[in-house]
């Protein structure tokens, strides 16, 4: 628990076995619930997370118990051990989709408040209270990390993701609607259950750039988000995005959802209504 509210956290992983466990282990003993989404990998990701599962420090005593069942058509294995539990993908689906999954989970649960932390190590667990403070302070009900919002975070991004991502950035703010957002695609966030709900998780894109459409909806609901600095650490990690494709694929997925966004709030009388959304600045949260 977190200042009164349940909070479970998403841990979206594929291929990133040398990274996950820690992950896991790092995350704060306030969270009443992690979910490692396992994103049909090719290496140990799997048994990774269940080791961390078992060792889990704020449960020392958990044991892993292993259920092999579908659920909801998206994941083949299912086991838990104290508050961890890993869901297993028996095929890709991507980013989006990990994510997905975990949301649909959290959603079944008591949670007040989800997070995602992405399974690279790239991101501090540790920080991760101060994603949830504006949401239980009702200053606003999805908050994400940007990278890009002080000198000193952004200068220790490769230089190629640093140009790509400003650029994202630009065309992401016509899309979304929020014109004031930075790092449009960080996987670092937060959301209170009820927003999560009213962009209905199930029918999201399940590719790179799912965070895009996730924000063009939150907007369409009239959810108000925070951008929350915080660095990143670069190692060893390989990235999986293939460029070409990922261009390609994110540049139709900004105008499908400059035109989804358009017309449902063209419909609903709200297009440029800008009072009833915003993003609030956390700069000096850090």
């Known amino acids: 628990m977190y200042r009164n509210h349940a909070v479970a956290a998403v841990v979206p992983a594929r291929n990133e076995a040398p990274f996950v466990g820690r992950v896991v282990d790092a995350i704060p003993a306030f969270v009443d619930r992690i979910y490692v989404v396992d994103d049909a990998s090719e290496d140990d990701t799997r048994a990774a997370a269940i080791d961390a599962a078992a060792g889990s420090p704020a449960d020392e005593s958990a044991e892993w118990r292993p259920e092999s069942r579908r659920l909801d058509g998206r994941v083949a294995d299912v086991g838990r051990a104290g508050r961890v539990a890993v869901l297993s993908h028996d095929e890709r689906r991507g980013a989006g989709g990990a994510v997905k999954t975990g949301y649909l989970a959290a959603l079944d649960g008591d949670a007040d408040l989800v997070a995602t932390v992405d399974g690279d190590g790239q991101m501090d667990p540790h920080r991760l ?152 600045s956390l700069r000096w949260r850090l």
């Open 129 to 280: 209270d101060r994603f949830l403070d504006p949401l239980v302070d009702g200053d606003a009900d999805y908050a994400k990390g940007t990278r890009l919002s002080r000198r000193e975070h952004a200068t220790e991004m490769p230089a190629f993701r640093l140009f790509g991502n400003r650029l994202l950035t630009l065309l992401c703010r016509l899309s979304t609607g929020y014109w004031a957002l930075t790092d449009p695609v960080n996987g670092y966030t937060a959301i209170r259950r009820g927003a999560l709900t009213a962009i209905d998780p199930a029918s999201t894109y399940e590719g790179y750039g799912y965070g895009t459409e996730v924000l063009a909806r939150l907007h369409a609901a009239g959810c108000r988000i925070a951008d929350v600095p915080h660095p990143s650490r670069y190692g060893d990690e390989d990235s999986g995005i293939d460029y070409r494709r990922y261009v390609t694929r994110v540049s139709r997925l900004l105008l499908a959802t400059l035109l989804w966004r358009i017309g449902r709030e063209r419909l609903e009388g709200r297009f440029g209504a800008d009072d009833l959304v915003e993003t609030v």
